[in-house]
């Protein structure tokens, strides 16, 4: 299942499209993945030294780097040196998944057969497009946009009103009304003349179990997928941003905020309006407090609050020494 693709993909000699690069002539580019993914006929990417650790165990053919971080890579990777790797990567992925840089409009959605979806409940004015699968005993509420490919479990409630595209969601999860799922996220390289988008060619993965209250945003994965664990609750108006990793039996509440590619642990609680920078790493069983704002990694079994978060202890000490000013 989590190798369906939501996007048409061309395939290309990496030494057409890197014409400067000392690389294999003949090396033929599979797919465009993480570093973690990446396997000997993929091309990957290197930004950042925080992914020294994925970089050193790489399986990836091909990776896009700078000076500065070519030396963490395996010998047996290929590199491509350059000046800004994630521009390189947007114009690689526009190249290798054309349509993937704007959410075009499923054309193909059209009223549900009743012969093909048997024990399946509809509502008025679904629509659905080709070869969606929908697990029996699950129900799609009115005016709900279900859009090709998209897989959705057995005993799952689809709520009213919402729109589901590049997902694929197990057993007993419930959306509530007005959810969007699968949508692009944000990303762009900023240029003097224009901005030059970043495509999302990942998917959405939802759990057993999870349920999404109305009004969420969930953006599909930019490379890798935007992932909700088993159990997971989602509250009214959480937006979850492309890549964000989210444990099982986490609580979210409403209108918090997860930027992409954070990683958020097991059994962890964060309250209503929080915001949690990108690229973080939250542990198991953290507990975050409503407002907080999070800017850093958080260990296991942390509790924190406040702006920028600190451990409970230090922001209660700092709010009693403020009110003895």
Do not use: W
């Amino acid at each position: 299942m989590n190798k369906i693709l939501f996007f048409k993909k061309k395939k290309y000699k990496a030494s057409d499209i890197f014409t400067k690069s000392k690389i294999n002539k003949d090396f033929i580019i599979d797919n465009v993945k993480s570093l973690q993914q990446a396997g000997p006929k993929d091309i990957s990417f290197l930004d950042h030294i925080r992914y020294k650790e994925d970089a050193g165990n790489t399986k990836a053919g091909i990776c896009i780097t700078t000076d500065r971080l070519v030396n963490l890579l395996p010998n047996k990777t290929q590199k491509i040196i350059v000046k800004s790797v994630l521009f390189e990567m947007a114009k690689l992925l526009k190249k290798i998944y054309p349509d993937s840089d704007i959410d075009y409009p499923d054309l193909s959605v059209k009223k549900p057969s009743k012969k093909k979806y048997r024990s399946v409940k509809f509502g008025n004015n679904v629509l659905v497009g080709k070869n969606v699968k929908i697990g029996i005993n699950s129900k799609v509420g009115s005016n709900t946009i279900i859009e090709q490919n998209v897989v959705i479990g057995n005993d799952c409630v689809i709520g009213s009103g919402v729109i589901i595209k590049n997902s694929i969601l197990g057993n007993r999860v419930i959306i509530q009304d007005d959810c969007k799922i699968g949508q692009k996220g944000f990303g762009f390289i900023p240029l003097k003349s224009k901005n030059f988008k970043f495509p999302h060619v990942g998917k959405v993965l939802i759990m057993d179990d999870v349920e999404i209250s109305s009004g969420c945003t969930i953006d599909r994965g930019s490379i890798d997928d935007t992932i909700i664990g088993n159990n997971t609750y989602l509250d009214n108006q959480v937006h979850v941003a492309h890549n964000v990793k989210i444990g099982s039996n986490c609580m979210i509440a409403g209108q918090v905020g997860i930027a992409g590619s954070s990683k958020i642990g097991n059994q962890v609680s964060i309250g209503g309006q929080a915001g949690i920078s990108g690229h973080l790493s939250i542990g198991n069983n953290v507990k975050i407090g409503g407002g907080s704002g999070v800017v850093k990694n958080v260990d296991n079994n942390e509790v924190v609050m406040g702006y920028p978060a600190v451990p409970l202890k230090e922001f209660l000490k700092k709010n009693e020494r403020d009110r003895n000013r």
